[in-house]
């Protein structure tokens, strides 16, 4: 025989799996895709760098890529200023990370918050490379 107090403890377990179930499905992505706007940015300082041709290691630079939700880059690139001033670089740079943090802060995007710092850059082979980091990692593009 069912009672009135099970029927209630039913229900109350199916509010809460509801809730919980509900909850799980609008916590924000953190690897998410980026937003085609952003990706063709990405695209575009991509064909910017080009090849990163260099002769000598005072040609390499780095550049900031993306934004994290609290803070700082995703990620460094390495290019060359050998045939860029990097102006166009830049600002499609500074573009892309201002489209990241818009697009973070309209899906709600949270982050991990640790600092990427920039490795530097080094010419090898012709070409300008990000520096393998003192962790035997190495975060290019």
Do not use: F
Not at 32 to 44: D, T
Not at 73 to 97: C, F, I, M, T, V
């Amino acid at each position: 025989m069912h009672t009135p107090t099970y029927s209630a403890l039913r229900a109350a377990c199916a509010a809460i799996l509801l809730l919980a179930t509900s909850a799980c499905g609008s916590a924000p992505a953190q690897d998410a895709p980026p937003a085609p706007g952003n990706a063709g940015l990405l695209a575009q300082i991509q064909a910017e760098v080009g090849a990163a041709a260099c002769d000598s290691t005072q040609q390499c630079q780095t550049i900031a890529i993306g934004a994290k939700a609290c803070g700082g880059p995703e990620r460094y690139l390495a290019w060359s200023s050998k045939d860029n001033d990097g102006k166009k670089l830049k600002a499609l740079a500074q573009a892309q990370a201002e489209a990241s943090r818009k697009q973070q802060q309209a899906d709600g995007m949270m982050s991990t918050c640790s600092i990427v710092t920039d490795p530097g850059a080094t010419c090898e082979a012709g070409r300008c490379v990000l520096q393998k980091s003192a962790m035997g990692g190495n975060s290019a593009m």
